[in-house]
Structure formats: structure tokens, C-alpha cells
């Protein structure tokens, strides 16, 4: 019922900044909240952000805060992470999530539709 393209991914040296973007398409009346979970190799899934696209509330892992900040347009159906300070460690493919979600932004599972990711490479 609604469709998640993640594009903005890339290689980027450490310090460098990179802009993520995610484009709903379909019911998306469906969902009420939109995030960023990355996956590095041989690693578990992991939060990076989250925003209620209503209100504009946002969530991030306390690897992202200080450096990394999710919005969105509404009026594009697009929802962005931007990336500063970038680290090696912050490689990972990068996935956009989106559900109804009310509590408990975090979770992996409280997300229904996920995109099929975009890599970004920080190099040392």
C-alpha cells in the first residue's frame, strides 16, 4: 500500500556531510511516522531517527544527535536525513521505514514499509 525509495547515498570522507531522501508513494494516508534505521555488515539493524509527519516530533539514536537531523515536506511526500560529521563507523546501508506508530519509535517492528536501502560509505 505505500511505496519507500531511499536515494542521496554515497562515499564521503570522514567530517563530510551527506543528505539521504525518501519518497512515499501509495496510501500513505496509511502511515503517520517515517524513519532511518541503518545496517553495517555483519551488524544488527539499528535506529537512527524517526518524525511524526503531523506534528514534526522527532527521535534520534544518541549516535545521531548533534550530528544528524530528520525532516520532512509533506507537501512532497519526502522525508530527509541529513548527515554531518560523518564517521567511518556511520557506514551502513541506510533504510527508510515508515508505519502508524504512537509509541515505541525505536522498534523495528513498529514499522510496516521499508524501502530497499541506499549505501553510504565514510572513508577514513
Known amino acids: 500500500q505505500v511505496q519507500l525509495v531511499e536515494s542521496g547515498g554515497g562515499l564521503v570522507q570522514a567530517g563530510g556531510s551527506l543528505s539521504l531522501s525518501c519518497a512515499a508513494s501509495?496510501?500513505?494516508?496509511?502511515?503517520?511516522?517515517m524513519g532511518w534505521f541503518r545496517q553495517a555488515p555483519g551488524k544488527e539493524r539499528e535506529f537512527v531517527a524517526a518524525?511524526?509527519?503531523?506534528?514534526?516530533?522527532?527521535y534520534y539514536a544518541d549516535s545521531a544527535k548533534g550530528r544528524f537531523t530528520i525532516s520532512r515536506d509533506n507537501a512532497k511526500n519526502t522525508v530527509y536525513l541529513q548527515m554531518n560529521s560523518l564517521k567511518p563507523e556511520d557506514t551502513a546501508v541506510y533504510y527508510c521505514?515508515?508505519?502508524?506508530?504512537?509509541?515505541?519509535?525505536?522498534?523495528?517492528?513498529?514499522?510496516?514499509?521499508w524501502g530497499q536501502g541506499t549505501q553510504v560509505t565514510v572513508s577514513s
Open positions: 501509495g496510501r500513505r494516508f496509511s502511515i503517520n511516522a
Open positions: 518524525i511524526n509527519l503531523s506534528v514534526g516530533r522527532t
Open positions: 521505514a515508515a508505519g502508524i506508530i504512537y509509541t515505541d519509535y525505536v522498534a523495528r517492528k513498529k514499522y510496516n514499509y
